[in-house]
């Protein structure tokens, strides 16, 4: 373990230049027991003594009980690992010229070595005289004794913080199981990982980095950029980084301090750990050769087993949880891209202004069915115009399957509605219903399928509703109303009655809407109540240029995980249908 190790010890003891209740209790037995003006319990850390415990010390040294090594005996005790006994310290070659003794008055010096479980030397427990003193074998006896009582208080406190550790450990191994498991893509895996790590001991940085073929790159969440990152945000596999060789070689690489990062590496990787402010790291590769974890110390570390043991562990969770987000990504990919070419460019149609919106599910894996349509129907005998259709629906589900299903509804509903004479939308969805009756598109869907015609200066509206939340109208002066007219609740539903048409004329001004319920669903929130308050939004803004009005009814949806595609398409009657 050497120096690194009983460093770790004594952080893992607490103990630093602060008063402590035990160990003035034993400086305070010292004094009276061997009859001493001074007695300290003395700790050494790299470049300085520290002294958690202390009777009898002069200004200003009791104010900081800490002095520089130039300052230290105890020095000498851990060094040689057995006692230093001096009768007159101002005789002896190896102490004379401490500046212990002008500045601290320390002529006579008895110290015992404090040690851990491992035999590690962590300071001294030590009587002081300002006088020269010959020390009696009962004396360092009773030193002896209390110095094998304090060490065993050492090694008790020692012992508690590391079950402390390791209970925490287990509960990270817990955290991480299920926290890592709910990421959805690489950014959110790489935050959660950051976010898992924030105790005063825990790694400062948390990185990870790819496979790719050639090299690494880092996964970088944009929310905690270090400049670095950008800066160093690939890396070649013959790079000379701790994360490379953990790469090349496939094993654990550990850098304990600052001198084995510039004994073992590059250069390069000194300047970037040096940018971070990191003097250590841990370099574990991931299973399947899927990249590196790094975790990361601001100063020298001591890797303990349980620890390594532990985070080798979280690495194996984060494989899982890359390979799950690399393969939901290609999938959702592939459906996002085709229900992006299914969905429709709106027709520009004289007298009517429209716009559209989608927004796919945050937080599931797979996107849905949701889809608007909109076209225009050939041009009837003797009519000036052209009616046009709109529809709104979604498909049961939440995958690939769901989109694909959409297409093909989507592709019926026009078919049905293109072969029909009458272009009736009731009609259109009956001939859908058969088709589910046929073919295997799954357990159903909901729509509203609408359609506009130009009637003598006005447009009529004529629709039917599979069970979808119901189309809402804004009428020049403010009001909105549901068209809540319902036939069959689903689309595909067996053996259910024919669905009917519902008429209704547009005036000039008015604003009608569509939409799917992702715009209106909310869990632990009643429907007809978020329908309500978007039918407010709609009152309030429908006069509002038609991109504007789209911003307000989605307002927070972009900013919150959301369960469900949002499709909503919005028409305005701009001009007289004639």
């Known amino acids: 373990m050497g120096e690194l190790g009983r460093l770790e010890a004594l952080r893992l003891a607490g103990l ?29 850390e790299t470049d300085r003594q520290v002294f958690p415990g202390m009777v009898g010390l002069a200004e200003p040294w009791a104010g900081r009980r800490e002095t520089p090594l130039s300052h230290s005996f105890c020095q000498h005790v851990v060094l040689d690992g057995r006692p230093l006994v001096l009768e007159d310290t101002r005789v002896h070659a190896r102490t004379c010229a401490s500046l212990a003794i002008p500045d601290l008055q320390v002529i006579a010096y008895a110290g015992m070595p404090l040690t851990d479980a491992d035999g590690q030397v962590l300071g001294s427990l030590c009587a002081i005289d300002h006088k020269p003193r010959k020390w009696a074998e009962g004396e360092l006896q009773d030193l002896g004794d209390l110095t094998a009582a304090c060490s065993v208080e050492l090694r008790l406190r020692i012992a508690t913080e590391r079950i402390r550790q390791d209970r925490d450990h287990a509960g990270l191994l817990l955290r991480a199981s299920i926290e890592l498991g709910h990421s959805h ?21 948390v990185g990870l980095l790819l496979a790719d073929g050639q090299g690494l790159w880092r996964v970088i969440d944009p929310d905690d950029v270090k400049p670095v990152e950008t800066a160093i945000d690939r890396l070649d596999l013959d790079a000379g980084f701790p994360s490379t060789q953990a790469m090349r070689e496939q094993r654990t690489v550990f850098v304990p301090d600052h001198d084995a990062l510039v004994a ?44 390594e043991a532990v985070l080798t562990a979280v690495a194996g969770y984060v494989s899982q949880a890359v390979d799950r987000t690399l393969f939901v990504e290609t999938r959702l990919s592939t459906a996002e891209q085709l229900q992006a070419a299914m969905l429709t460019d709106l027709p520009d149609v004289p007298g009517l202004d429209m716009s559209a919106l989608y927004l796919p599910a ?9 889809w608007y349509d909109a076209y225009l129907l050939p041009r009837l005998p003797d009519a000036p115009r052209r009616a046009l259709m709109l529809s709104i629906g979604d498909i049961i589900g939440h995958d690939v399957q769901a989109a694909v299903v959409m ?6 509903l026009r078919q049905a509605t293109l072969g029909h004479p009458a272009h009736s939308p009731a009609a259109a969805l009956d001939a859908i219903d058969s088709a589910f009756d046929v073919l295997p598109l799954g357990p159903g869907a909901t729509a509203v399928h609408a359609r506009l015609d130009p009637d003598g200066g006005r447009w009529r509206l004529t629709w039917s509703n599979a069970g979808h939340p119901p189309p809402l109208l804004r009428t020049p002066d403010g009001r909105v109303s549901a068209l809540d007219e319902h036939g069959l609740l689903l689309l595909g539903a067996p053996g259910g009655p024919a669905r009917h048409d519902h008429e209704l004329e547009l005036p000039l001004g008015s604003v009608l809407l569509l939409y799917t319920d992702g ?60």
Do not use: K
Request: aromatic fraction near 6%; charge should be negative.
């Open 407 to 412: 297409g093909q509804v989507r592709s019926m």
């Open 185 to 205: 893509d690489l950014t959110d895996l790489t935050r959660r990982l950051r976010r898992m790590f924030d105790g005063p001991y825990e790694p400062s940085f």
């Open 519 to 578: 715009l209106v669903e909310r869990r632990d929130n009643d429907i007809d109540a978020s329908i309500g308050r978007t039918a407010s939004t709609l009152s309030a803004h429908g006069d509002e240029p038609l991109p504007q009005l789209l911003e307000a009814l989605s307002h927070g949806l972009a900013d919150a995980p959301q369960r469900d595609d949002v499709a909503v398409l919005v028409v305005r009657v701009t001009e007289g249908g004639r």
């Open 16 to 44: 630093t230049a602060a008063a402590d209740p035990g160990m003035d209790r034993f400086a305070r037995l010292v004094s009276r027991f061997l009859r001493v003006p001074v007695s300290l319990v003395s700790l050494l």
């Open 264 to 307: 073992g590496f590059s250069p390069e990787a000194v300047a970037g750990y040096d940018a971070l402010g990191l003097r250590s790291a841990l370099c574990v590769p991931l299973p399947r050769g899927r990249g590196v974890l790094t975790w990361c110390w601001p100063g020298r570390h001591v890797l303990a087993v349980t620890e």
């Open 362 to 370: 945050t937080d599931q894996d797979m996107v849905g069915g949701d």
